[in-house]
């Protein structure tokens, strides 16, 4: 058994939320999500949240673009965006961001298509694994489409 000399202090709420940041970018609600059960109010949350905001600790825009830069060469704009969503960002930013991505959707769904299976099939059933494959990570089906055709990135 632990004695009081031997405990722990407590950290505080701030102290919290800078030790989340120092890893790695939080969005907003992501950031209260995690620190709720540690508040005693949520009072306390939203003046921690808002001091974060002031210093400039804590910012949507960069969540955003660190979370797009770091997923976007495995998934496809549906795929982050419908994760981005969840995060309660605001859907101007998330246009602005994600439209960056447009015109390399292309090349980058070729990638994680050849990584994963490099070589085009006419088997019905293998076509069909690396459709569901690349659809199940975001990517638009025309593009899909033009890639297990046998389309290549210009």
């Keep these: 058994m632990l004695s009081d000399e031997n405990a722990r202090p407590k950290i505080s709420l701030i102290g919290r939320a800078i ?25 306390e949350l939203d003046a921690v949240i808002a001091k ?3 210093k400039g600790y804590l910012s949507n825009e960069r969540f955003t673009q660190s ?6 060469s495995k998934f496809g704009i549906r795929k982050l965006t419908h994760v981005l ?10 246009k602005v961001e994600l439209g960056k991505l447009k015109e390399s959707e292309f ?10 299976f490099g070589m085009l099939t006419n ?9 569901r ?6 990517f638009p089906q ?9 389309k290549h990135p210009n």
Excluded at 67 to 72: E, M, P, T
């Design 67 to 72: 979370f797009i830069s770091s997923k976007s």
């Design 85 to 94: 969503q969840q995060h309660q960002l605001a859907p101007e930013m998330l």
């Design 123 to 131: 088997e019905p059933n293998e076509l069909a694994k690396q459709i």
């Design 52 to 54: 974060l905001l002031d």
């Design 19 to 43: 030790k989340y940041l120092s890893n790695r970018e939080y969005s907003q609600f992501e950031l209260r999500k995690k620190l709720l059960p540690y508040a005693s109010s949520e009072e």
């Design 107 to 116: 090349q980058r769904c070729y990638e994680v298509w050849e990584k994963k």
């Design 133 to 138: 494959f690349l659809a199940s990570r975001g």
């Design 142 to 150: 025309e593009v899909i489409m033009g890639i297990v055709r046998g």
